[in-house]
């Protein structure tokens, strides 16, 4: 491992680009959905095509990556997606594309994912020294909260320059430069049983590793609920922002360039060098930042936009904390040749209950209120928040070990 920055700076690289022309095609089209329907509905769909593959997927994925190469894994994925996406843009050069042509490709983009994401995050730990995981994940929250402020920019200002059909070539040569860089860099995988492969065995290896060790189930469950109130919420930000605040799509783009700052700057925080901090209190008290945050910013008058922005800042941050942290305990509690099926399962079992909260969007948005649902969903993240502090099991997660010594 003497070379794990020289190796990580070439992933780094490409993936920089994969996720920066990703987020901007990405912003586009929801910028470009929500100023041609205006539908609450309609964003929860995509959301909702953008996730339910992955989680469906999950449980069986993760125990393919870990029995197949890492790096050939991810590969394939980045060329499935960049594949799928050239297939939509020439729809809309040919003016034939239709709403469900996106649900389609977004779907399309959530199968790719449900392979490369396992395989990149189980691969972390056999490419750095334990100690720098959490380090790493908070730069890796810089190269997404990067993204977070260039893709709403140039999304806006794209959409106003040329069609979708074009802009969706940005996503294509993105995944070329990202699969370029890991045919650079070596990718060990772990030691593989020896025993006959068995699907159900192997899950049930995965399953059994999030609750061999006292507390991860819980951690896990908290998180998950978290998660299902965060989706339906996060799905309103662009339509809160047209129809509480009358803003527009530069609107639009500018609450998502501060909370991209704001993981920027959370990112910056973690990335910079390692603490002596205990990990499970940064989750916890993200969860009662995030939920406090949601339920102000429901509470604001049409005429507080700025006060939105600065919200939206701080929930920016919170995010990229909380996914450093909560990542790097799992990364350094886990072991590496069954991590590929933990990391699985969690974005399975994740991403299954938002996708069900996401089916109330409308409802809530049309029945409820915008502002109303704002308010409810933080109020109960923080009163999870507040549950999480209260369970012995989980607060002894990241205490140190006997004998381990922490690196500044």
Known sequence: ?????????????????????????????????????????????????????????????????????????????????????????????????????????????????????????????????????????????????????????????????????????????????????????????????????????????????????????WFFTLAILVWFFIMPVGVMFPLMTLQHFGGDAYDMSLIEIVWGGGALIGGAVMGIRTYRVNRIMLVNLMYLTIGLSFAASGMLPPTAFVWFALLSTVEGITSSVFNASFVSVIQSRIDAGVLGRVMSLYYSFGLLPSAIGLLGTGFLAENVGLTTTFVIAGSIIFVIGLAAFCIPSVMRLDRQQPGEARAE
């Open 1 to 217: 491992m003497e070379n794990w920055k020289k190796t990580f700076a070439v992933i780094w690289s490409g993936q920089l680009v994969s996720i920066l022309s990703s987020s901007v095609v990405g912003f586009a089209i929801i910028f470009w959905m929500s100023i041609e329907t205006g539908s609450a509905e309609v964003l929860a769909l995509a959301a909702i095509a953008g996730m339910l593959p992955q989680s469906l997927l999950g449980p069986f994925v993760g125990v393919y990556v870990d029995r197949w190469d890492r790096k050939l894994t991810m590969i394939l994925a980045d060329s499935f997606i960049a594949l799928c996406t050239l297939a939509l843009a020439v729809l809309f050069w040919l003016e034939a594309a239709q709403m469900w042509h996106i649900y389609v490709l977004l779907a399309c983009r959530s199968v790719g994912s449900a392979f490369h994401t396992p395989a990149m995050q189980a691969s972390v730990p056999l490419l750095a020294p334990e100690k720098q995981l959490t380090r790493i994940a908070g730069i890796n929250q810089i190269i997404s909260s990067l993204s977070n402020i260039v893709g709403p920019a140039f999304g806006a200002l794209l959409i106003s320059l040329t069609g979708i059909g074009n802009i969706l070539l940005l996503d294509v040569a993105g995944a070329v430069a990202a699969c370029t860089a890991l045919l650079f860099v070596r990718i060990p995988n772990p030691e593989r049983s020896t025993l006959k492969h068995d699907l159900w065995r192997e899950f049930r290896e995965g399953f059994g590793a999030m609750h061999a060790i006292p507390g991860m189930g």
